[in-house]
């Protein structure tokens, strides 16, 4: 009966109003599903998942208020309208950092990097004020809004006019997915020949990815500027965003590496005494290369960097990533990527795995090592914890760390404790 009474009240906002918002409520409880998944569920907790999440969290938090706007629900749950404004300058940029993390292996924040979350904690000290009002307030000011549609695109968001705040985050999106593209297309270049079967797959996610945004945004930011009425330019938003989250949601479900860290089996490198031996066996294994850099500059980066892992152990750092290497050796970062995916055949991530395996291997041998349960193990090489210790040892040796301490060290059975 009240549903029958607010629609007489307030008027459908847009043609289809009924089946668009079932397209909204599907589209959050499937992104919703992701989102718990690749959050709680995935056994890889990595940086770019959590900004990947947070990417889909933001767009899903708009495809549910909108959907209670259409249907008028949200005078049920006045507290939600608006809080979801903010969070639109986060999509963009989220889903920018994603990429990159996942191509450079990045495990956390650099240092710039706040920046890109600037226009998003301006936006919410705008509408901070409305945010703390009553929710009497908040159903006064939604009663004065939800007339017609026009009412819902003309409100003021914040300092700027009426109609600036959806247009910036368009044009931020826009610039965002040219960055994107312009991360994937170079690092392509660069690497993409030498990694191995499931490191193309991410790579292959990331164009489909990229392009799903390159769909969203300028799209959308074109349609702001044509001659359309309020109400088609509103319905083609809602549902661009609203499919775009459906879309990106379901295609992660045909992905289980990403959704659920899940990866295919890879080569098996058997690591010899000394991690160079090792990296060494690695190139013989490789298939021919053409290298970017001249035969002089690779053996100049390689003696430089070596000596430095070996005098510095910087491996020994939870969270090291190519960037830290980059600034510690001074060497520019397309060429050490170069330098460890060419000269060693590897990634970056295996790269610094080979030592860590290997300091691992020496320190096996010492007493006070022996009490060491395998997260105290993982945590004294550098590894974040104990399943990726676990993996990167098996992937390394092809010996589970139990096994390996049993083959070579029969008086070590004690060193793998839960």
Known sequence: MKNVFLELVYPPLMPYADLLANLMFLSTFIGLLVIIILTLVNK???????????????????????????NHAIFQVPHLFRINMPLHYLVAPCAYLYVRAVLYQESKFQRLDWLHFVPFLLHTGELLPFMLHSAAYKLTYLQQLLVDVDGVTKQKEGLLPDYYHPVLKFMIGNVYVVLQWQLIRRFSIQNASNYFPNHKQFLNWLWVFTLLNTFLYPPVLIAMFLPISITLLTTFIVVSLGSYLLI?????????????????????????????????????????????????????????????????????????????????????????SSLINQEYGINFNDFINCYRV??????????????LTLEGIALEAGFTNRTTFFRAFTKLTGLSPSKFITKDSPDLQGGDKA
Do not use: C
């Not at 289980?256 to 160079?276: A, M, R, W």
């Not at 690779?298 to 980059?326: C, H, T, W």
């Not at 290997?358 to 009490?371: D, F």
């Open 44 to 70: 890889v907790k990595s940086h770019a998942n959590y900004l990947l999440s947070l990417s889909l969290i933001s767009v899903t938090l708009f495809t549910f208020t909108s959907a209670l706007l259409i």
């Open 248 to 336: 990106t949601s379901t295609m992660l479900f045909f992905r289980p590496y990403i959704l659920y860290g899940l990866v295919d089996s890879e080569p098996t490198f058997q690591l010899s005494k000394h991690p160079e031996e090792a990296l060494s066996s690695m190139i013989k294994e490789s298939s021919e290369r053409v290298y970017s850099l001249s035969v002089e500059k690779r053996q100049e980066y390689r003696q430089k960097v070596e000596a430095y892992m070996a005098q510095n152990q910087p491996f020994l750092k939870k969270g090291y990533s190519i960037k830290d290497l980059v600034q510690e050796v001074n060497v520019p970062q397309h060429h050490l």
């Open 358 to 371: 290997e300091y691992v291997k020496s320190k096996l041998k010492q007493p006070e090592w022996r009490n």
